[in-house]
């Protein structure tokens, strides 16, 4: 069997995906994008086509490397979110010309379904008990909220105030047992970081995510030490060895590498296995796509230390299109009471309705994060 051609298509609300074709009619899809820079990871995906057509599809590790080390210049959010969605691709076709689920071709799954969260309160976050609430109702029992919207390094200790008060409102709305993650979206600097993460203890989040920005994790020794509750990062990490660094200096209690950033689930399962040798649990990031939710899952199913799944169902982000609209079975993705079943079907578990992508692949998006200032016109942290 030889790889044959890449195709790739732009869809709404924000999402790029891939499918590879062979001689023989086999066929894997995978998601490779980064948010805001879609057509950069296409780009990067078509010219990685050169290392790939003509070659075995089913020697997925001797193609992650020669797409990773067949480059003088690696790692980076293009070029590893071009070969996760690729190797997503590669394992779906694999599964698919087996006729059985990825997570059967890395030693068969660990767990039967998946605990899963979902987002409430928007990027400026508001109203977040009664979203919070409304979650609990369809059988969440957990949810991740932004903490905070933009903060300067040094802010007035109110802004600190604002954040915490959303935090109690949210968990009043719940109860105790109902976890609470709050993610800091590294728009908190070191100065308030200090303050808020000791403030927010009382309200026992399941975690606080992206405390600081990843270029200033080396802090999180002397901000975060002694804290009650779970710290959690990683979605902006691309490689191994950048985990590596993170777990070494042991400051970190969850991992959250993308499935679509961080080379796909070829080195999102080295990620977690590096991560269990550290008693670190593993939450896969997963702020996308069907593909990506599913390739998510996949490691999910075969890694001891996942505890607790990201989707993105009903998010904010997600205008025109959402989720299970590409699917032909969406009961495939089904979420029910707070979790969803690991994909049974070959492959990454889900099919695609390929008429449908290419319909709104007609529309397209343009998708651009917010260009965020503070008062005084400098740029703020999106």
Known sequence: MKITRLKTWQVPPRWLFLKIET??????????????????VEAAVHEFADMLVGEDPH???????????????????????????????????KGRDLGVPVHQLLGGACRDRMRMYAWTGGDRPSEVGKG????????????????????????????????VARVAEARQAVG??????????????RPMAKAL?????????????EPVLPEHLPCLKQIAGGLGYPIATGERLFTRYQFRDLLADGMV???????????????????ASLAS??????????????????????VDAVS?????????????????????????????????????????????????????????AKVGHRWRNPLWTHADGSVAEW
């Open 197 to 209: 993460l000791r403030e927010l203890e009382p309200f026992h989040p399941m975690f606080v995510e």
């Open 304 to 360: 001891h230390n996942a505890f607790i799944q990201e989707q993105s169902m009903g998010i904010h982000y997600n205008r025109d299109n959402d989720v299970l609209d590409y699917l032909v079975d969406k009961s495939a993705l089904a979420i029910e009471e707070g979790c969803c079943a690991i994909p049974q079907g070959p492959g990454l578990g889900v099919e695609i309705d390929e008429a449908f992508v290419e319909e709104r």
């Open 176 to 189: 105790p047992e109902v976890g609470i993650a709050i993610d800091f979206h590294g728009r908190v600097h």
């Open 23 to 40: 001689d023989e009619g086999v066929f894997g899809w995978g998601e490779p994008v980064v948010e805001g820079r879609a057509a950069t």
């Open 277 to 298: 040798c550290h008693d670190v649990a593993l939450a896969p990031h997963c702020p996308l796509g069907p593909l990506s939710l599913a390739a998510s899952l996949q």
């Open 132 to 163: 919070a609430r409304e979650l609990v109702d369809q059988g969440f029992t957990a949810f991740k909220m932004n903490g905070t919207a933009e903060m300067a390094i040094v802010d007035s200790h109110a802004r600190i105030d604002e954040a």
């Open 253 to 271: 209690d969850i991992v959250q590498p993308d499935v679509s950033h961080c080379g796909g689930i070829s080195e999102a399962l080295r990620i």
């Open 59 to 93: 020697r997925i590790e001797h193609l992650w490397n020669r797409m990773y080390r067949g480059g003088f210049y690696r790692g980076g959010p293009i070029l590893m979110s071009a070969i996760a969605g690729i190797d997503q691709a590669l394992w779906d076709l």
